[in-house]
């Protein structure tokens, strides 16, 4: 069972150049001492390195002065910025955790881990390090405004509104908070009190276009198109080349599914020279994830994208939204024939040749994934994700010397990135698996779990292997129970978990599982129906065994070992 994934973890961590500490060199506890000069030297050559980008050396630097004085709040806080930028997402916590507890009310602490707590989608959290920001610096206006607007995303209104409308009343209505405001009123619902407050601004500059766009969202929200309607008519005839009308009302006619006069406009917006790259790209994503568009409007939106396209013909990425279209249409043939188009002109865009590759990949397309894969791991040496492809590629037709080798390269270049080298290994650990190597295999499983032991992905495809060679089976269906506990809306590590069950010898809650799969809407898999076929089968229910057979081998001709287990169901 193929079980790679491709997955790269990109965390964004934004870097604060120095400390705003109150004090550069925070004091122990009263009754503590320490060697002031030395931490001096150390903490100021620390922050040297750190602003010339030399981070490894600045952390070892940091580190020891700690071990000058282990309460030095400004270190753990350095230290944090320095992991966060590497992606440590794990250790940043830890050490900004560390230096809030040692300076509680720091602004730029609690701001940093509501940072963290955000980016883990923890809104409580974040929430609570902003109060404790607020309550410290009850002047700064502009964290009370970020403080509302997490509670309106945590559907706390009632504290949003408290916050804003004291601001209002503190210094009367204005853009910035108002706005905000109006925001938090209309995901309250309340309607008619989002009217008024847009009026206030309105009174003041009626001729306002953000004003007015707000106005015509508040009758979009509320369910009243023909006034919106009415609203974007005076704006366009006071603004007819305005980018932001423009772009909110290509939003209000897709929402409306007004799509004859939506691509019109999208006409007007790709020659709009006001409007940035970024916004007609943000759109025309939009427009590719509509699947009203993609089912009835193909020509338009094929014309549409190839208009972007003349206007930014040296942008590599512009032009792959049209095979990005094609995919999503479910044409994969006419991406793959765009893409090689893009790279016919372009051989040296690297974004089209991944894209490629990961397409053939999807179609299951081995032959030409590890052609195509070769040529791109050779032109692009530098590419781990080339190099896992082509790997793929070789694994799926059996070459598993040039899968291996291209492994290992990729390994190197994977350099610290524990995330790259996981999924290397479970790679790895599937050639030697394939090839007939076990035991070898299971050893580079053990490994890899030892660099993360809660990768579901490694959890499922070990407990699997195990499974199929029915051996330490207790302990595959522990593996697949953890899996299956984080991600229980997960067909693949469902199939697992119940393969192991079988294996086991509980085969009612294994045909259990199976049925909820098949029966789960998600696109046909033929190792779904060739396990249910096995279970039925244990299960004396022949007839249906020979059902599930078949429909394993309409789905995959290559299981032909199936025909056997066909004919002696029947028998």
């Known amino acids: 069972m193929r079980r790679i994934r491709f997955i ?107 940072g963290i707590y955000h980016q883990q989608n923890n809104i409580d959290s974040a929430i609570i390090c902003y109060e404790r920001a607020v309550k410290g610096n009850p002047d700064k206006i502009e964290l009370q405004v970020t403080l509302a607007k997490l509670y309106s995303s945590n559907k706390n209104f009632d504290k949003a509104r408290t916050i804003l409308n004291s601001i209002d009343k503190k210094f009367g209505v204005n853009e910035n908070t108002t706005l905000t405001l109006v925001d938090n009123l209309v995901a309250e619902g309340r309607y008619r009190d989002a009217h008024s407050k847009i009026d206030q601004l309105l009174a003041s500059d009626p001729e306002n276009i953000v004003y007015n766009g707000y106005k015509a969202a508040i009758f ?18 006071r603004n007819p080349g305005n980018a932001a009308v423009q772009l909110s009302l290509s939003e209000f006619m897709l929402e409306q599914k007004n799509f004859d006069e939506l691509f019109e406009m999208i006409g007007i917006i790709m020659l709009n020279n006001q409007i940035t790259k970024e916004e007609k790209v943000s759109l025309m994503a939009e427009l590719i994830d509509n699947q009203d568009i ?96 082509y790997s793929t590629g070789a694994l799926e037709n059996g070459h598993y010397d040039i899968a291996l080798e291209e492994l290992r390269k990729a390994d190197i270049l994977a350099g610290d990135n524990d995330e790259l080298k996981i999924q290397i290994l479970s790679m790895k650990a599937d050639v030697l698996y394939r090839s007939q190597n076990y035991e ?66 509980k085969t009612r809650e294994a045909a259990k599982i199976m049925e909820r799969i098949i029966n789960s809407g998600e696109a046909d898999d033929a190792e779904y129906y060739e396990h249910y076929g096995f279970i039925l089968k244990k299960m004396k229910k022949f007839g249906d065994a020979v059902d599930s057979f078949e429909k394993a081998l309409e789905l995959d001709q290559t299981k032909s070992y199936l025909r056997e287990e066909i004919e002696n169901c029947r028998k």
């Open 8 to 114: 790269i973890v990109i965390f964004l961590a934004a870097v604060t150049v120095m400390s705003c500490s109150k004090k550069l060199i925070p004091g122990l506890k009263a009754g503590k001492e320490y060697d002031q000069t030395a931490f001096d030297y150390l903490f100021v050559d620390a922050v040297r390195q750190k602003l010339l980008g030399n981070l490894g050396e600045a952390l070892k630097y940091f580190e020891q002065c700690l071990i000058i004085n282990p309460e030095s709040d400004a270190s753990y806080y350095h230290m944090a910025q320095i992991v966060l930028s590497t992606g440590d997402l794990d250790n940043g916590k830890r050490y900004t955790l560390k230096a809030c507890e040692l300076q509680p009310g720091n602004l730029w602490y609690n701001v940093l881990m509501a």
């Open 220 to 237: 979009r929200y509320e369910g009243k198109p023909d006034k919106a309607w009415e609203v974007y008519d005076i704006l366009l005839e």
């Open 294 to 389: 993609r089912k009835d409007y193909r020509n338009k939106m094929e014309i549409s994208l190839m208009i972007m396209e003349s206007s930014y013909p040296e942008d590599d990425l512009v032009a792959l939204l049209r095979p990005e279209f094609y995919q999503k249409a479910n044409d994969n043939p006419a991406a793959i024939a765009r893409l090689e188009e893009i790279i016919k002109a372009n051989p040296n865009n690297y974004y089209a040749w991944e894209k490629l590759l990961l397409v053939y990949y999807e179609m299951k397309n081995y032959g030409m994934l590890e052609k195509r894969g070769g040529e791109c791991a050779t032109r692009f040496n530098r590419s781990v994700i080339a190099k896992m492809l």
């Open 440 to 505: 070898e295999a299971f050893g580079i499983y053990e490994e890899a779990l030892k660099m993360d032991s809660s990768d579901l992905t490694l959890l499922n495809n070990y407990a699997y292997y195990l499974a199929e060679q029915n051996i330490n089976l207790r302990e595959a269906e522990e593996m697949a129970k953890t899996v299956i506990s984080k991600e229980s809306t997960n067909n693949t590590f469902m199939d697992t978990y119940a393969w192991v069950l079988f294996k086991r010898g």
